[in-house]
């Protein structure tokens, strides 16, 4: 009996220091492949959804063969403007010749000129 009950508090002495499985932090949002970062992911999914806006919009002025009133003409040359500084800059980020904050300046930047765009050209 005593030398089952010293192998019993042998067995439970040797399994504590193993312990519970130590406790990770996990990511809360994993990154879509090709990002960096969260800051980097929110950039390229914003530059991505003005695109597809500028797109869509310019797609449906050229089939309705729609004539722009000239602050309509003006605002989608703005975000024409806006969206190539924010891709560049986007670009220039990724090589590690701009910094995030000009990255997203240059996003909010198209950000805002794609609201100019949404208040300007109606449908």
Do not use: W
Not at 2 to 24: D, E, N, R, W
Not at 72 to 98: M, P, Q, R
Request: hydrophobic share 40%; net charge positive; glycine share 4%.
């Amino acid at each position: 009996m005593k030398k089952a009950l010293t192998a019993i508090i042998l067995a439970v002495a040797m399994l504590a220091p193993m312990g519970c499985k130590k406790a990770t932090a996990t990511n809360p949002a994993t990154l879509a492949p090709g990002y960096t970062s969260q800051a980097d992911q929110a950039m390229g999914t914003t530059l991505k959804g003005i695109h597809d806006f500028y797109t869509g919009l310019m797609a449906r002025i050229t089939a309705d063969k729609r004539v722009l009133s000239p602050a309509e003409n003006t605002a989608l040359t703005s975000l024409a403007y806006a969206l190539n500084i924010a891709d560049t800059t986007y670009v220039d980020y990724h090589n590690g010749t701009a910094t995030l904050q000009q990255a997203q300046t240059a996003i909010s930047n198209a950000s805002a000129a794609q609201s100019n765009v949404q208040s300007q050209v109606k449908p």
